[in-house]
């Protein structure tokens, strides 16, 4: 018998389908909760498969447990833990966040380019402004994706059907994605859509072809500060920069230098370098800057807990065949590089 542990809520139609499956014993923790604290032994002595966002603070108990499937994009809360080493397997929710973060890039990319926080501020001062940098569009513009997963996938397919050029900067070539989750329909699973691809050793001709750049790639201690002062120069002054993936991806000084200064023409940004974001954070006055509070993709997404959940099933499924998993995580990964 496969004993699954449930920590986390969970699409009830996915639970029946989980309940329905021969061979497999499936226990839902009553309260789940996001962070980190001790089950009972009783309950979780015995679990080979775990679902949920945090391992609980005893894991070490989980004598049984082979596959921890994690419900974030994110897996650095499975760092330390040793899994590699008890021979336990980890699957993410990569692609969960896919579609709702593209758009909202895509929303940003049109919200920037026609200055919507101008006109939301002209409506509030009953102003009647016809200007032309109200009137903008995006379509013949060039999109530069930072990294190419499943957000800068489905990031790519929208800004196409929208008349948009695609470049992309990579550190390895384009692959097609068939071991990872991808809602059906969207995104580029072949790899086929970015009108030029440009490789790490091209990063300066990259940034200067762009017209809006979006940060779409994990933090990592190589990632972090990816972004500064030499990179900002390099867009053009009429370029915006936006940033769904993590704060500190982008220097925090070179952004708000750039700003100042006005080498870009704006930023759009939902990840940042506080949480929250303090009141007096100088982010808040720039009227050319859309911040969000890290809602571009979250949990209150409307199809998060589905999506989630049928991964979850899906990789029982799998494991139990003993096929190829959806979205594990490597070596490497759990050891943070």
Not at 108 to 120: E, S
Not at 134 to 142: A, L, N, T, W
Not at 185 to 206: A, N, Q, S, W
């Amino acid at each position: 018998m496969l004993n699954v542990l449930i920590d986390m809520p969970i699409h009830e139609p996915v639970l029946r389908q989980l309940r329905e499956l021969p061979g497999v014993s499936v226990d839902v923790v009553a309260r789940p909760e996001e962070k980190t604290r001790p089950l009972p032994t009783a309950q979780i002595q015995d679990c080979e498969v775990l679902f949920c966002t945090f391992l609980p603070e005893n894991h070490a108990e989980m004598q049984r447990l082979k596959l921890v499937q994690i419900s974030s994009a994110g897996y650095s809360q499975l760092f330390g833990k040793n899994l590699r080493e008890r021979g336990i397997r980890a699957c993410n929710s990569l692609g969960v966040f896919d579609v709702p973060i593209a758009e909202w890039n895509i929303a940003m990319m049109i919200n920037l380019a026609r200055d919507l926080r101008g006109l939301v501020r002209n409506q509030e001062g009953r102003i009647w402004d016809r200007s032309a940098r109200f009137q903008h569009e995006i379509r013949g513009s060039v999109v530069g994706i930072w990294g190419y997963g499943g957000i800068g996938r489905e990031t790519a397919r929208l800004a196409k059907a929208l008349g948009m050029t695609v470049h992309v900067l990579v550190r390895q070539p384009v692959q097609k994605r068939e071991t990872e989750f991808c809602v059906p329909g969207t995104g580029d699973p072949e790899g086929t859509l970015p009108d030029r691809i440009f490789y790490g050793p091209e990063k300066e001709d990259f940034l200067r072809s762009v017209d809006f750049l979006v940060m779409a790639l994990p933090q990592t201690a190589t990632t972090t500060g990816l972004v500064g002062e030499a990179e900002l120069r390099l867009l053009k002054p009429t370029a915006f920069v936006l940033n769904p993936a993590r704060g500190p991806l982008i220097q925090e000084t070179a952004l708000l230098k750039a700003l100042q200064e006005g080498w870009i023409a704006g930023a759009a940004l939902d990840t940042h370098y506080q949480y929250p974001l303090p009141p007096d954070h100088p982010l808040w006055a720039f009227p050319n800057v859309f911040l969000t509070p890290h809602i571009s993709g979250s949990s209150l997404s409307p199809r998060f807990l589905e999506r989630v959940s049928s991964i979850f099933l899906e990789n029982v499924k799998r494991y139990q065949q003993g096929a190829t998993l959806l979205n594990e995580l490597t070596a490497d990964q759990l050891a943070g590089h």
